[in-house]
């Protein structure tokens, strides 16, 4: 896979193991519990969230990570000389994109995604977007690839 690695926030739900086999970093959002805050995928698991909601009745509350947030994520790979295709949960959902976009901007190499979905559905468009990139397609093929695939994946 050439320069390129694909990113997202944590609600694409992938697992460790198709992470690790594409190479995929995430960024946890927070997840609110409470009064408790928790990192996605860091301090909390689904497991947990379930249990909460069975016993509370309370749905958990994500936490759109922040610009300064984004911008720290996407300056340690680029700085590793990585080009850095990120997608995030839907903007109809999260304030996420726009401030992936905002980090983005004092980037030449970060291209931000809004997947439009949630879940599954953005996990499959990280992975066709890992497999372009395995096949050596260039950042910009790729992201005008996935466009292309957002309208066809609903699963919000």
Do not use: W
Not at 54 to 76: H, I, M
Not at 113 to 140: C, H, P, V, Y
């Amino acid at each position: 896979m050439n320069n390129i690695i694909i990113t997202s926030d944590s609600t694409t739900d992938l697992s460790p193991e198709l992470k690790e086999r594409y190479g995929i970093q995430t960024i946890p959002m927070g997840i609110a519990l409470g009064d408790k805050l928790f990192l996605d995928g860091v301090d909390i698991n689904p497991d947990m969230i379930y249990e909460h909601h069975s016993k509370t009745g309370e749905l958990p509350k994500t936490n759109a990570n922040n610009v300064g947030e984004c911008a720290d994520f996407f300056e340690k790979l680029t700085g590793e000389g990585k080009t850095v295709i990120h997608f995030t949960i839907s903007s109809e959902m999260s304030s996420t994109y726009n401030n992936a976009c905002l980090a983005a901007a004092d980037f030449d190499n970060v291209y931000v995604i809004d997947s439009r979905n949630l879940s599954t559905g953005g996990g499959l468009l990280l992975i066709a977007a890992a497999e372009m990139a395995k096949s050596g397609m260039e950042a910009t093929q790729i992201v005008e690839k996935v466009h292309d695939l957002i309208p066809r994946v609903d699963a919000t």
